[in-house]
């Protein structure tokens, strides 16, 4: 990938970042932290690696995106309402009685959208189904599965991974968002997931681990992915619950923010001008 | 249109192969077709699928819950995906896959639920569904259909392929009773009056509709007049017939292999208690209990749904009133 495709990845990032800050503001509330932790992911999938097309998004040879860990979905529109799959003024009425997109993606709702989800760890079966529909039909398209890692928990990822290893399902694309917290505390916490990395080897999948926030890195292991053959193919994303936000990766309890105090307002708008002063090209955003 | 079997004591084809024929006979000519199984395709007969449409199977190993969102995904991607398992893992089992990635995404997915009820035979309390149908019943849009033989098990699987949406069939993996004659043709939804009556409306689903018939000429020996219908279709239950065949009866009666709650009888239940239909209802069938071990013979026996059992709490009601 060349520099201009980077930097245009990166203003891709900060859109998708600054739209989620600022319709989860508008909103009052919603799943901030693992929502700032796909960004990249999404910047990379929808600004490179998917084939798509907006303007007709049942097109017949698109690939597909399975966020399986729904609560993310504010991240997703972000995403889509970028790229022109619908009206970026969509973005304020999430969460409204009768909106098209609702806190958990919807299929019959929102353009681009192909897979309902928000019951975790239906998304995977579903997506090892699109990755089975694809092979039988000889078409060569992809499906993206993007996972959360307290998802994990859910026994019914894991019943999904030995399915896709098994068929070595690599047009399944696993991507599990290692942010490392779940709505109760850590991932370590909560429910122990070890060596993620190491699990998803031991289920037979080629695995890779790149920063979550690192788009040249992901682009990479997307590419790598694709070149697999005769395995299904794993990504880990060693991400940041609230990515992109220093304040709201410090932010104890970031799964669900509501943004109803001086503080809270007062770091988002540090972080809106910050990205907004990114996009229009008057300065560096500072990560890592 | 149906016609009744000429000999209703003969049985036809083990249910099990008739699924296997009839999903086989629709890949001949639907490329869309998917069988998926979930490690029974030996006790299904699915494996014969494996080999004659290798491209069109999916085994999903003993993974119920991923074996449905597969299914799901399956539809995503334009497919019309007929799943197997016992009735129990393909309802209760898996009841929040059905619900959301099948039924809320409006995704298709078409079920046989083998060996419900009293048919479980050998395999017991813990492979018993007395439930199936009330929590199918549940999801919204849902088809939800027990077949009363073979002949009513193609048509069913057949017509599935023609509608998206969540299709719910149970049935018995054995051979059972002949109820139809070859090449009837049914219509969802609607129920099918098999012996005109004067007295009393019983209305049965699945391979008790023979008993029902039994228990119907039974009954005309002590003077008794009974209607019966097959309602194979639970839902969406035929109202109109129901209230139409209740006008004017003694009693109604209900006859299921599944519990009195939430099955064919509440269905019946609901529909005469918000009409106003001043006629009793009895509902036979399973009264909160779990199921056991046995052969169906026995069992059928056991939770009272013979011919017999039928005809005596008929004449018990039937007298009350």
């Known amino acids: 990938m060349d520099k201009n495709q980077l930097q245009d990845l990166k203003i891709l990032s900060a859109k998708i970042r600054l739209d989620v800050l600022k319709m989860l503001e508008k909103r009052g509330y919603g799943h901030l932290g693992g929502s700032l932790s796909i960004v990249e992911l999404m910047s990379v999938l929808y600004g490179k690696q998917l084939r798509y097309d907006a303007a007709n998004p049942k097109w017949e040879d698109r690939d597909m995106v399975v966020l399986s860990k729904g609560h993310a979905g504010p991240a997703w529109y972000s995403a889509l309402a970028e790229q022109g799959f619908f009206d970026k003024e969509w973005l304020y009425t999430l969460n409204d009685g009768g909106t098209n997109l609702p806190s958990h993606p919807d299929r019959l709702k929102t353009p681009g959208v192909d897979m309902t989800t928000g019951s975790l760890g239906q998304g995977t079966s579903a997506a090892a189904g699109i990755a089975t529909g694809f092979r039988m039909k000889g078409s060569g398209q992809y499906v993206y599965l993007i996972v959360g890692d307290g998802e994990l928990n859910e026994g019914q990822c894991w019943e999904a991974f030995q399915y896709i290893a098994h068929y070595k399902l690599n047009h399944c694309v696993v991507i599990i968002d290692e942010n490392k917290r779940q709505l109760d505390g850590t991932t370590k916490e909560i429910m122990n997931p070890f060596d993620v990395a190491e699990k998803m080897r031991a289920f037979g999948f080629h695995v890779q681990k790149v920063k979550g926030n690192d788009e040249e890195a992901i682009d990479k292991a997307i590419d790598c992915a694709k070149e697999v053959e005769d395995q299904a193919v794993c990504i880990v994303l060693d991400s940041i619950k609230g990515s992109g936000v220093p304040y709201f990766e410090q932010l104890a309890g970031n799964h669900s923010v509501k943004f109803n105090n001086d503080e809270i307002l007062g770091a988002n708008h540090e972080a809106i001008k910050a990205l907004e002063s990114f996009i229009e090209g008057g300065s560096e955003l500072c990560t890592d | ?321």
């Open chain 2, 1 to 321: 249109m149906y016609r009744l079997a000429e000999d209703r004591n003969s049985k036809g084809k083990e249910l099990r192969m008739c699924v296997v024929e009839t999903i086989q006979e629709m890949m001949t000519y639907d490329d869309k077709v998917v069988a998926l199984e979930a490690d029974l395709g030996g006790a299904s007969g699915f494996t014969k699928i494996q080999k004659s449409n290798p491209d069109r199977f999916v085994q999903c190993g003993i993974a119920e819950a991923n074996m449905v969102g597969v299914a799901a995904g399956l539809s995503v991607t334009g497919f019309k995906p007929y799943i197997h398992t016992f009735g129990p893992f393909a309802t209760r089992r898996v009841f929040d896959q059905m619900y959301l990635s099948g039924a809320y995404a409006h995704n298709t997915i078409n079920i046989y639920g083998s060996d419900p009820g009293f048919t479980v035979g050998a395999n017991g309390g813990t492979h018993t569904t007395w439930e199936d149908v009330a929590l199918m019943r549940e999801i919204p849009g849902a088809v939800v259909c027990d077949a009363a033989d073979a002949v009513q098990m193609e048509w069913i699987l057949k017509e599935f392929a023609k509608s998206e949406g969540i299709h719910y069939v149970r049935g018995n993996r054995k051979a059972v009773r002949n109820v139809y004659a070859e090449g009837s043709e049914f219509t969802l939804g609607k129920g099918n009056i098999l012996k005109e009556g004067s007295e009393v409306l019983l209305i049965a689903a699945g391979q008790l509709v023979s008993d029902a018939l039994d228990c119907a000429k039974m009954l005309e020996k002590e003077n008794i007049s009974v209607e019966v219908v097959d309602m194979f279709t639970i839902k969406p239950l035929d109202e109109e017939l129901l209230l139409k065949e209740a006008e004017g009866k003694q009693l109604v009666v209900t006859f299921e292999n599944h519990s009195v709650y939430g099955g064919l009888g509440s269905a019946a239940a609901e529909v005469m208690a918000e009409k106003n239909v001043p006629v009793p209802l009895k509902r036979v069938g399973v009264k909160d209990c779990f199921g056991q071990v046995g052969t169906p013979e026995f069992l059928q026996k056991e939770f009272g749904l013979t011919a017999e059992d039928l005809a005596e709490e008929i004449k018990k009601n039937y007298k009350m009133r």
